[in-house]
């Protein structure tokens, strides 16, 4: 079997595997719920969760089959090789021919994808009440990200080319600890670097709030300067609480949103739910993972890279390192698939934890009330296929993480839901 047969396959069968979830998932939607979900949504606002999620699956069902057309026309017609042809012939240099193929391509997708993510923000997004971004900020922010993805893109992909060139054999060493670096990095420095060029960061005010959340953290032996509070509300009303940076530069970032719809107690149990990931570790374990899975990755790709039937797959006469690339990220998506699997299921592990984590101090009833309005804020679904959440979801669906966080309290909050999980 040719790697142009092989390629097509994995891109066809990719797109019928994620259909097959989608309808698996759309058919539990008028599920019932089970007694500890009844009476979370109001009943018109539950409808309306499950029109969100109906709306949300037939847009991407729209959108994915017409990338799906997208690439297999550039596979069929010789798309990519026809840009290379562009690309080499512009510069001389391997390493800018590179970087033009890669931003022309970019920019294809781009220009493709740009109706679609209009589309999600002002008439889905905006027919829910969840967005507030207005043009501006949506123009000001595509801007933002070119320019981001052209330097960053840029600098990373140039030197992957230059160590390619240099160093053939142990390319993919070099690589991977080019990466690793860049990774680390990245991780220390996103609130600084990246964050504000998107959203403003302002330290939490003193106030009850710091207050709560410093007693917490003085209780538990959590040392914690930084927290931040990010203006989240510019661009949806959904809200959200995360954990970021590495040594000293950790901190907890809560979005406005989050302190308009939680009460003090309910974000104190959110928190103590961020720093039980912190306390077990799991940003660091994540990170290792990570570095693990791009040396993998870039392992696997100095076999193949040199083979030029990667780029005739692509329709190429003359094989470059670009379109091989190319071929080669097509190629590996079922491992990457697989390992995306694998993470999914260690980051709902990790969630697990990190809600024990706030029970253990007793934020059992806080957390629930707080994930509880999280989920009804958000329009989630509650009752999403066991499939779906299995391939797609790092989080655990509402009522595995009740159930949980039930079974660590032995049943005590059960018994009293009445009066301990409202708030
Ligand atoms: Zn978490």
């Keep these: 079997m040719s790697f142009f047969t092989i390629i097509v396959a994995i891109i066809i069968a990719e797109y019928l595997i994620s259909q097959v979830l989608e309808q698996l998932n759309s058919k539990n939607r008028n599920q019932e719920l089970p ?52 690309a080499t012939q512009l510069f001389e240099n391997k390493i800018l021919a590179t970087l033009a193929f890669f931003a022309i391509l970019y920019f294809i997708s781009e220009i493709i994808n740009i109706p679609f993510s209009i589309y999600s923000t002002f008439v889905i997004e905006e027919k829910f009440g969840f967005n507030k971004m207005n043009v501006k900020t949506f123009v000001a922010d595509t801007v933002k990200s070119w320019i981001l993805t052209i330097i960053l893109g840029g600098i990373i992909m140039s030197i992957i080319v230059w160590f390619y060139y240099q160093t053939t054999d142990l390319f993919w060493l070099y690589t991977w600890a080019f990466i690793s670096v860049f990774t680390i990095f990245m991780t220390m420095f996103y609130s600084n670097l990246i964050v504000p060029l998107f959203n403003k960061q302002t330290p939490l005010e003193e106030g009850e709030l710091r207050q709560a959340i410093n007693d917490f953290a003085t209780k538990v032996g959590f040392k914690l300067d930084n927290i931040y509070v990010i203006d989240g509300s510019k661009r949806s009303s959904k809200a959200n609480a995360y954990f970021t940076g590495l040594g000293h530069k950790k901190r907890i970032v809560l979005y406005d949103t989050l302190i308009n719809d939680l009460s003090i107690n309910e974000i104190v149990a959110v928190l103590a739910h961020e720093i039980g990931h912190y306390k077990h570790k799991h940003t660091t374990l994540g990170m290792i993972l990570s570095i693990l899975q791009t040396g993998l990755m870039f392992y696997i790709l100095s076999l193949f890279i040199s083979n030029p039937e990667l780029s005739t797959a692509l329709g190429a006469d003359k094989p470059t390192f670009e379109l091989a690339l190319v071929a080669f990220m097509i190629l590996f998506s079922p491992i990457s698939t697989l390992l995306s699997l694998f993470m999914n299921i260690i980051s709902r592990k990790n969630e697990y934890q990190a809600d024990g984590y706030a029970a253990k101090y007793g934020l059992a009833a806080e957390l629930i009330s707080a994930l509880k309005k999280l989920t009804v804020n958000s329009l989630s679904n509650l009752t999403p296929h066991a499939a779906y959440v299995f391939v797609y979801y790092s989080h655990p669906i509402l009522y595995q993480r009740i159930m949980a966080i039930y079974s660590i309290t032995n049943g005590e909050l059960q018994n009293t839901k009445g009066g301990a999980i409202r708030d």
Excluded: H, P
Aim: charged share 25%; net charge neutral.
């Design 35 to 86: 007694k500890e979900l009844q009476g979370i949504y109001e009943d018109e606002k539950y409808r309306k969760s499950q029109e969100y999620g109906k709306t949300n699956s037939r847009f991407s069902a729209v959108s994915s089959l017409f990338q799906l057309v997208v690439v297999l026309l550039m596979l069929f017609l010789g798309g990519f090789a026809y840009i290379d042809n562009i």
